[in-house]
């Protein structure tokens, strides 16, 4: 419980900042990307406590709390659905793949953002899985490989989630200034980093043993 009172505590002054930093946008809007944020933030911490606590052992003492965020990092990713689904497509599945045009007054596909929302959906079904199953119960359910196996599949989340953050950053709504572009660059880069150095620290600990 105390990991989670502090996950309240760090998500609630995420949230703040987020949303005051799109202070220029409409309520709706700001608290559904304040939420994916705070998601992406803390799939992102999971994703690197791997390779670091290969490089410094002393961060092998916070692995146990990959569990608790990883639950945080879903159900901000189920509150940035919601907000999306209740306050812009109004319970309407289709609209998350087709654009309105004002100049032609109807509704028609856009690829991109078809793919972006999709590729959104797999991510979700993700979170939701990796959430249903973080728990011992789910654990002694599994069996310890099968739900290695499950969990394991974070990285692969992670993938999802910046392919989906990519085009609503870069390509969806060019004309609006997004100051997240620049940090966002420096997450991906810097884990990638990490991933590669820590990947480096195993096979040399492996070669001796």
Known sequence: MKKHAVLVFISSVLMSLFVFSRSDMQPMH???????????????????LGPLS?????????????????????????????????????WKFERLFFIFTPVGGDWIIHPGFALANLI???????????????????????????????QSKATTLYLLVVLHTVYFLFLHFTDHSNWLRIPFII?????????????????????RK
Request: without cysteine; hydrophobic residues 60%.
């Open 54 to 90: 290969r490089i410094f052992t002393s961060i092998r003492k916070l692995i146990p709390w990959r569990r608790t965020v990883g639950i945080w990092a879903a159900l901000t990713a189920i509150a940035h659905v919601l907000i999306i689904f209740n306050g812009w497509i109004e």
């Open 187 to 207: 997450l991906v880069s810097f884990i990638l980093l990490f991933q590669i150095v820590g990947f480096i620290f195993f096979v040399k600990r492996d070669k």
């Open 30 to 48: 700001a608290w559904n990307r304040a939420f994916a944020d705070v998601s992406l933030l803390y799939l992102a911490v999971i994703i690197l």
């Open 120 to 150: 959104g959906i797999i991510g979700l079904v993700y979170f939701l899985l990796l959430l249903a199953t973080s728990n011992n119960k789910s654990k002694i359910l599994l069996g310890k490989k099968a739900w290695k196996y499950v």
